[in-house]
């Protein structure tokens, strides 16, 4: 049976998981600093048999840490969020505290670490011992598309899918077709400093979403 086919081992989400001493230990300095934040693993946003996932990186500080909600509270989510709406993955309307009535349409946005790390840099012991969600998240049916911002989430992606890391390689824009029929794209993580170094440009995710609403319509 295909991993995305598959029940998944173990659940999709776990608000009061510790397995990573550092980045518990992180989120309780930051809790201590800011009692007001939401300071747990963030949990995946989105139905649960929505055609397209998003997989991005970890949370943000000030972001998802602070809001609960991936994508939302940091300059990332303006550019996701709008692209969504444009091609039909959400409506509402967006605000960074996350107290809006936006709503994603046949899509679903997890992390490859759910916890915010020091520096947003996961280590890669951390990734592999959250990787587990992830995984689960995928034996849901229903996707069709994964699309993963950056290197991290691409592997992320693969090792959840039971595949190795050496099987497809990152390329933005790329499309890959994986096993049980499910596409893998990619595409540069949205932050501020890849659309500040235009590395990405509103125009190149665009195209990574053109290609998303294909195939999944297909």
Same mark, same amino acid.
């Given at each position: 049976?295909?991993?995305?086919?598959?029940?998944?081992?173990?659940?999709?989400?776990?608000?009061?998981?510790?397995?990573?001493?550092?980045?518990?230990?992180?989120?309780?300095?930051?809790?201590?600093?800011?009692?007001?934040?939401?300071?747990?693993?963030?949990?995946?946003?989105?139905?649960?048999?929505? !055609?397209? /996932?998003?997989?991005? +990186?970890?949370?943000?500080? *000030? &972001? =998802?840490?602070?809001?609960?909600?991936?994508?939302?509270?940091?300059?990332?989510?303006?550019?996701?969020?709008?692209?969504?709406?444009?091609?039909?993955?959400?409506?509402?309307?967006?605000?960074?505290?996350?107290?809006?009535?936006?709503?994603?349409?046949?899509?679903?946005?997890?992390?490859?670490?759910?916890?915010?790390?020091?520096?947003?840099?996961?280590?890669?012991?951390?990734?592999?011992?959250?990787?587990?969600?992830?995984?689960?998240?995928?034996?849901?049916?229903? !996707?069709? /598309?994964?699309?993963? +911002?950056?290197?991290?989430? *691409? &592997? =992320?992606?693969?090792?959840?899918?039971?595949?190795?890391?050496?099987?497809?390689?990152?390329?933005?824009?790329?499309?890959?077709?994986?096993?049980?029929?499910?596409?893998?794209?990619?595409?540069?993580?949205?932050?501020?400093?890849?659309?500040?170094?235009?590395?990405?440009?509103?125009?190149?995710?665009?195209?990574?979403?053109?290609?998303?609403?294909?195939?999944?319509?297909?």
């Amino acid at each position: 049976m295909s991993p995305i086919s598959s029940p998944g081992a173990s659940a999709v989400y776990d608000a009061g998981c510790r397995d990573c001493p550092r980045l518990a230990h992180f989120l309780d300095q930051v809790k201590s600093a800011n009692p007001d934040y939401f300071c747990k693993p963030v949990p995946p946003f989105g139905s649960a048999s929505a !055609a397209l /996932v998003i997989v991005g +990186l970890a949370p943000g500080m *000030h &972001g =998802a840490n602070r809001t609960g909600r991936p994508f939302t509270g940091d300059f990332a989510g303006y550019l996701l969020y709008d692209t969504l709406k444009k091609f039909g993955f959400a409506r509402g309307t967006f605000s960074p505290n996350g107290d809006d009535d936006l709503e994603l349409l046949d899509c679903r946005i997890s992390n490859a670490v759910k916890c915010l790390p020091p520096d947003n840099k996961p280590e890669p012991a951390e990734a592999k011992r959250c990787n587990h969600y992830l995984a689960a998240d995928l034996a849901q049916r229903g !996707a069709k /598309v994964v699309l993963a +911002l950056g290197t991290v989430a *691409h &592997g =992320a992606t693969l090792m959840a899918l039971g595949m190795k890391k050496s099987a497809v390689g990152f390329v933005h824009g790329a499309a890959h077709s994986l096993p049980a029929g499910l596409h893998l794209l990619d595409s540069y993580h949205c932050s501020r400093y890849n659309t500040n170094t235009r590395r990405l440009t509103a125009e190149m995710f665009e195209t990574v979403f053109a290609r998303a609403r294909e195939l999944v319509d297909a």
